[in-house]
């Protein structure tokens, strides 16, 4: 550095160059500062970005455990509960084992014990030792007494269980309770090392990735991006040299989203999106939860939504807030990351997630929206388009067993809509529909002409069909067009154009990681909210069967699943565990369900959550779907002893005041009995507010029982 740096970084203070003495100079006006006062000083070289937060967060274990548990930084528990003496009997215990130590130890010092204990100080210790002031005597003497007092404390300290005392309230509990830091894991097992690429030779790819960590350019929904590009490549639908060049290029910003967002606007829940998990509450620490899961944080991921997810309970509840918008963001940030295609429904201003969110919002009812529903699935085949719609319109009417369906609707539809496509080379819609349906000679005339002039026979003898139908009393025409005209308002004017006008969202689109939020407009129009709701429930469960990448987890969120289900919606909730998919059903009670179809949608389900404020009716159909399990059943009979005598009267008071109890006698009868393990009434009046009873099977099949959740954990 020359002078002029140095003089520079010295600022105001003297020159190192010594000056003649002279007058006293007048004092140098300060300069004039840069920023107004009180304004935080910008520096003059920004600072790097630090990757440490990332690097931990990367780096924190994440063990296998048990289905549910939050796996970020789990620590297991044996799954028995340890037999833990309560901590008044515990101390009680070790001062009164400290005390007959002290006993004992003054006794042999005092010689009330005679002076046995010393005789193998005497055969050890030389004569010459002996002598008065013998340093050697006297070390020797110290040490054997230091020895003996050491074998006493070791066998009171047993007998008081100090070891315990230690291990529970000792450094050893403050070290499991403080967080630990640890040294960083080695380069073949660093996953911010990325040894997988290394392995597989793209070590330049794996140097700019364990660089942009290091540097903070990385993110979590980055990380789960890449590695989801990679699992791409693995399995040969990419190759390593267009994967490598693109991390090359671009770096922690490679493969990006279609939308280009890394990350949501915001964030409610906790993510970790190296397993794949939002936590949504904490496991309470009750008796009637498995000891393995006491207090541990509980997590939902698509290896449990994979098996659909149910919650019931009342408004106010928090189905929307604790369940739905964790799950939503959760999966959000999952389609960011290549990994889910999401669809989101429910009632506008529901508070399912922000607009910024979601790639397509489609606001039905809203003239502002941007993106329309189209009311045929994106199908081109009409039987396909009738089947959908007639579940859609009158899915609910249909015979509520499991073995029914709504064929007779499906096949009025397809009589109706092969022919239209057929001469306008599109389906209906809804005026016309409701038209046809209505039985108008105009459109119907128009229809059998078309078919004549391009020779349409077959379809011409479905359209003869329809017309000899309408005359008869059962006709389910008029049911149909009934219900179209739900959708035939001047609120949905604008809306399920077919024309190509505007730009309708297909459920087709799923096999994309796309984000989608529907907002269906409940307030003045609650029956069009419902068949809309129906609609994409029958859109969605039929066009996850049909994808090829079924790697992608899809999943479609309804807030409020009211007059949703059908015995079809059940048969298709069933498809969805082998399709790669999954639905998350709200409802307030399980009486917006049909009684015939409760006992199988809660079969249909792998994760049913029963939340406070559950109704005992509703509660006894879930006590029935978990059933029963053996537990312990213990009669114990306590019978006082009373002392006859002074010293079994002191010994009794010396009893209470350790344990704190009278002196009994206990009788305990130990039985095997067969108990639900949650009652209709427990579920009705022993879950606390904002709590849950949650059980969760994953997509292997493993179960975790009924628990007890505190959803504001």
Same mark, same amino acid.
């Given at each position: 550095?020359?002078?002029? =740096? ?8 003297? $020159? ?75 101390? $009680? ?40 002031? $013998? ?463 409760? =006992? ?114």
């Amino acid at each position: 550095m020359d002078s002029d =740096g140095i003089r520079d970084a010295r600022g105001t203070h003297a $020159s190192p160059v010594p000056r003649p003495a002279g007058p006293p100079e007048a004092p140098a006006v300060p300069p004039r500062p840069a920023q107004a006062p009180g304004a935080p000083q910008a520096p003059a070289v920004p600072p790097l970005p630090d990757g440490s937060a990332f690097l931990a967060w990367l780096r924190t274990p994440r063990p296998e455990s048990l289905p549910g548990v939050w796996r970020f930084g789990h620590r297991p528990r044996p799954e028995e509960e340890p037999e833990r003496i309560p901590a008044r009997q515990l101390l $009680s215990g070790a001062l009164i084992a400290f005390l007959v130590g002290w006993l004992i130890w003054s006794l042999l010092w005092n010689g009330y014990l005679g002076g046995w204990w010393l005789l193998p100080l005497y055969a050890m210790i030389p004569d010459s030792w002996a002598e008065p002031h $013998s340093f050697g005597a006297v070390v020797a003497v110290y040490a054997y007494y230091a020895l003996v007092a050491g074998i006493i404390m070791v066998g009171v300290g047993r007998l008081g269980r100090w070891g315990e005392i230690w291990s529970r309230y000792g450094p050893p509990a403050w070290r499991r309770a403080a967080p630990g830091g640890g040294p960083p894991p080695a380069p073949e097992e660093d996953p911010a090392a990325w040894p997988a690429l290394r392995a597989a030779g793209a070590v330049d790819a794996a140097e700019r990735l364990g660089a942009d960590a290091r540097s903070g350019l990385m993110r979590d929904v980055d990380h789960a991006r890449i590695s989801r590009a990679w699992q791409g490549v693995a399995r040969g639908r990419h190759s390593l040299a267009t994967f490598t060049g693109a991390v090359l290029r671009h770096g922690a910003g490679a493969c990006p989203h279609p939308s280009g967002a890394r990350d949501l606007p915001s964030r409610q829940a906790r993510h970790d999106l190296v397993t794949g998990q939002v936590r949504i509450g904490t496991t309470a620490d009750d008796p009637r939860n498995p000891y393995a899961y006491r207090g541990t944080g509980l997590a939902l991921g698509p290896e449990l939504l994979g098996t659909s997810l149910l919650a019931v309970g009342p408004a106010g509840s928090g189905k929307t807030g604790a369940v739905v918008r964790p799950l939503a963001e959760s999966l959000c940030l999952h389609a960011l990351a290549g990994r889910a295609a999401v669809v989101v429904v429910g009632a506008a201003g529901a508070g399912i997630g922000q607009a910024d969110a979601y790639d397509v919002v489609v606001r039905v009812g809203n003239p502002d929206s941007v993106y329309d529903l189209d009311l045929y699935g994106g199908t081109t085949d009409p039987d396909e388009a009738a089947a959908v719609l007639a579940e859609a319109l009158v899915g609910d009417l249909a015979d509520p067993h499991p073995g029914s369906d709504s064929r007779r609707s499906t096949t009025v539809l397809a009589q109706l809509l092969g022919p239209f496509r057929a001469v306008h080379g599109r389906f209906p819609g809804v005026p016309e529909l409701r038209q046809l349906l209505d039985g108008a000679p105009g459109p119907l005339a128009e229809l059998r002409q078309g078919l004549q002039e391009t020779g349409q026979e077959s379809l011409l003898r479905e359209l003869d069909a329809r017309e000899r139908q309408m005359g008869h009393p059962g006709d389910v025409g008029g049911v149909l067009a009934d219900r179209v005209a739900l959708l035939d308002r001047p609120a949905f004017a604008s809306f399920f154009d077919t024309s190509g006008q505007s730009r309708p969202f297909s459920l087709k689109a799923l096999d994309h990681p796309v984000r989608v939020r529907i907002d269906l407009p409940e307030r003045g129009h609650a029956d069009a909210s419902r068949i809309l709701a129906r609609l994409v429930l029958a859109q969605f469960t039929a066009s996850v069967s049909v994808r090829e990448d079924r790697s992608l987890f899809a999943c479609l969120v309804l807030d409020d699943a009211s007059g949703v289900i059908t015995p079809e919606a059940v048969r298709g909730v069933q498809r969805l565990r082998s399709a790669g998919a999954g639905v998350v059903l709200t409802l307030r009670t399980l009486d917006d369900v049909p009684r015939p179809l409760r =006992g199988p949608l809660l079969g249909a389900i792998g994760c049913r959550m029963a939340l406070s404020g559950l109704t005992p009716w509703d509660g006894q159909d879930f006590a029935e779907v978990w059933g029963k399990e053996w537990t312990e059943a213990r009669d114990v009979t306590d019978r006082q002893i009373i002392a006859e005598t002074p010293a079994g009267k002191a010994v009794h008071m010396l009893r209470r005041v350790i344990t704190g109890k009278a002196p009994t006698a206990r009788a305990v009868t130990v039985r095997q009995v067969e108990r639900e393990r949650w009652s209709a009434s427990e579920l009705a009046h022993a879950v606390p507010a904002g709590h849950a009873v949650l059980s969760l099977t994953t997509v292997g099949g493993e179960h975790a029982p009924p628990l007890l959740v505190d959803l504001r954990g």
